[in-house]
């Protein structure tokens, strides 16, 4: 089976720097020392859309597991709990959105 990713879509928030300090201070290290299974974190910073108008979405996070009973593991854990809990709090602009993606191979050209 292929991998899976949880994504975290964080909407604009209503303070950007206060934000950007929880996030990057606080959030990353809980959610990467706290959140077990995982075999890669990435965070993005969507910087505008293709018109140059503010995006709705500010940041997205993707957790990698190696499989959906990993991802289900980890979402079990009192560390994601925790991880979850924090990210719900610090999403000023409203509440975070949270999919599961299974991940598939790359186009090639």
Do not use: C, N, W
Not at 43 to 56: A, H, I, M, N, Y
Not at 63 to 82: D, V, W, Y
Request: proline share 9%.
């Amino acid at each position: 089976m292929a991998g899976v990713k949880l994504l975290v879509i964080y909407p604009y928030p209503k303070d950007l720097p206060a934000f950007e300090r929880e996030y990057t201070e606080r959030h990353l290290p809980l959610a990467a020392k706290k959140i077990p299974g995982k075999i890669k974190f990435l965070t993005t910073k969507v910087l505008s859309t293709p018109t140059g108008e503010r995006p709705s979405f500010y940041r997205v996070a993707e957790l990698h597991f190696p499989s959906m009973e990993a991802l289900q593991k980890a979402a079990g854990s009192q560390g994601a709990k925790e991880a979850i809990a924090h990210a719900v709090s610090i999403s000023t602009g409203g509440a975070p959105i949270f999919l599961v993606a299974e991940e598939e191979k790359p186009v090639s050209f």
